[in-house]
T-cell receptor, first 114, second 115 residues
Framework: DGGITQSPKYLFRKEGQNVTLSCEQNLNHDAMYWYRQDPGQGLRLIYYSQIVNDFQKGDIAEGYSVSREKKESFPLTVTSAQKNPTAFYLC?????????????FGQGTRLTVV | AQKVTQAQTEISVVEKEDVTLDCVYETRDTTYYLFWYKQPPSGELVFLIRRNSFDEQNEISGRYSWNFQKSTSSFNFTITASQVVDSAVYFCALSEAEGADGLTFGKGTHLIIQP
């Protein structure tokens, strides 16, 4: 079935460690996004990519990094520079970057710093 | 700057009641798109509806209906004869015409349908 796969579902990180969240899509979508969700908050955009080998910072990019080497993949690295990384992370894709296209979401990764 | 406000943090109703979730938005664009998403406990956001700024026609899909009013910058969502399975967090979102930088989300409304 076509869709977006995020892994792992749960991730625990020690302070000072970098961790990478995986996001893979088989929908042949050009655009991909990473959002962060905190309790009682909406989703906030971390990074987005309109095409392969190109990505842009969103509203809260500090302490995060991404790559887009393949159309299907858009991994997110949470670096030690991110001061408060405990959150729920959602990856999304859309057929294009036009505002009219709906985004499809993965099931999320819940990251906890221990 | 764009902004979406969902003033209702949590709503609790008894099954079979009708319930309306409010959404108010701000944008300077004349062309924009409004969305509603449902987030069940599993975490994945499920797309429900998209509306563009030039189409103010209300829409009905089964028990769901949406009321878009540009005059009040609102895009409200009504569930008729609510069911327990409707329990979820519902997000209203906005994107500009180019949309390259993703969606602007409200903080969501947690809807609880009690049996």
């Amino acid at each position: 079935d076509g869709g977006i796969t995020q892994s792992p579902k749960y991730l625990f990180r020690k302070e000072g460690q970098n961790v990478t969240l995986s996001c893979e899509q088989n929908l042949n979508h050009d655009a991909m996004y990473w959002y962060r969700q905190d309790p009682g908050q909406g989703l906030r955009l971390i990074y987005y990519s309109q095409i392969v080998n190109d990505f842009q910072k969103g509203d809260i990019a500090e302490g995060y990094s991404v790559s887009r080497e393949k159309k299907e993949s858009f991994p997110l690295t949470v670096t030690s520079a991110q001061k408060n990384p405990t959150a729920f992370y959602l990856c999304a894709s859309s057929i294009s970057s036009g505002g009219y296209t709906e985004a499809f979401f993965g099931q999320g990764t819940r990251l906890t710093v221990v | 700057a764009q902004k979406v406000t969902q003033a209702q943090t949590e709503i609790s109703v008894v099954e079979k009641e009708d319930v309306t979730l409010d959404c108010v938005y701000e944008t300077r664009d004349t062309t924009y798109y409004l969305f509603w998403y449902k987030q069940p406990p599993s975490g994945e956001l499920v797309f429900l509806i998209r509306r563009n700024s030039f189409d103010e026609q209300n829409e009905i899909s089964g028990r769901y209906s949406w009321n878009f009013q540009k005059s009040t910058s609102s895009f409200n969502f009504t569930i008729t004869a609510s069911q327990v399975v409707d329990s979820a967090v519902y997000f209203c979102a906005l994107s500009e015409a180019e949309g390259a930088d993703g969606l602007t989300f409200g903080k969501g409304t947690h809807l609880i349908i009690q049996p």
